[in-house]
């Protein structure tokens, strides 16, 4: 098992056909030439069947204040997805998940911030039942909303609304097919 501190978090570096090429600390990754490079969203949802949409903090260094999925984060390199997806809902959300599974395993996305920064990964799309009280690390998430798939579509079509990502990712999700939970 890998055991990853926020200080010394590395991310993965992939080559175009999403081989892996080396790994690389994350502070160092994203600029305006990011690599490609792995990582994950994951969408929660809770036992009425909403979805935890969340506000990115302001002091992220990639779309801070924007509303997103419920969390994202990088396996480390020999981390499994499981494992890494588990960590980063503790680590952003303060909260443990049920049932972890991969639904869009070939995502992958370029998108570039207003400041010029790229976000450049292969990043599989998870969903996740929470099980447990929701508490966000200020540093990673000012705001969260459980919301209904219908308003989470809504602000997907509305893309300034939303992180890019989340914003391909949900009609791709619906078309995947939704946990029996959030119909």
């Not at 002091?59 to 980063?88: D, I, Q, Y």
């Not at 070939?106 to 920064?117: E, K, L, M, N, S």
Request: proline content about 6%.
């Amino acid at each position: 098992m890998v055991t990853v501190s926020a200080d010394d978090e590395f991310v993965v570096l992939l080559d175009e056909a999403g081989g892996v090429v080396g790994h690389a600390e994350k502070a160092t990754v994203h600029h305006r030439e990011t690599p490609l490079h792995l990582g994950f969203s994951c969408y929660l949802f809770d036992d009425d069947g909403r979805i935890l949409l969340t506000r990115r903090a302001l002091g992220k260094r990639t779309w801070p204040g924007v509303w997103t999925n419920s969390f994202c984060g990088h396996p480390a390199p020999g981390e499994e997805f499981g494992a890494a997806v588990t960590r980063r809902a503790r680590q952003e959300l303060g909260v443990s998940i049920d049932a972890a599974r991969c639904v869009l395993p070939d995502f992958r996305y370029r998108a570039v911030a207003p400041d010029g920064t790229v976000e450049n990964e292969i990043c599989p799309v998870f969903w996740a039942r929470v099980d447990g009280v929701v508490v966000p690390a200020a540093e990673e998430t000012m705001d969260a909303r459980w919301v209904r798939w219908r308003d989470l579509r809504a602000a997907a079509a509305l893309v300034w609304a939303i992180s890019p990502w989340a914003a391909e990712q949900i009609p791709l999700l619906e078309r995947a097919g939704l946990p029996e939970q959030v119909r």
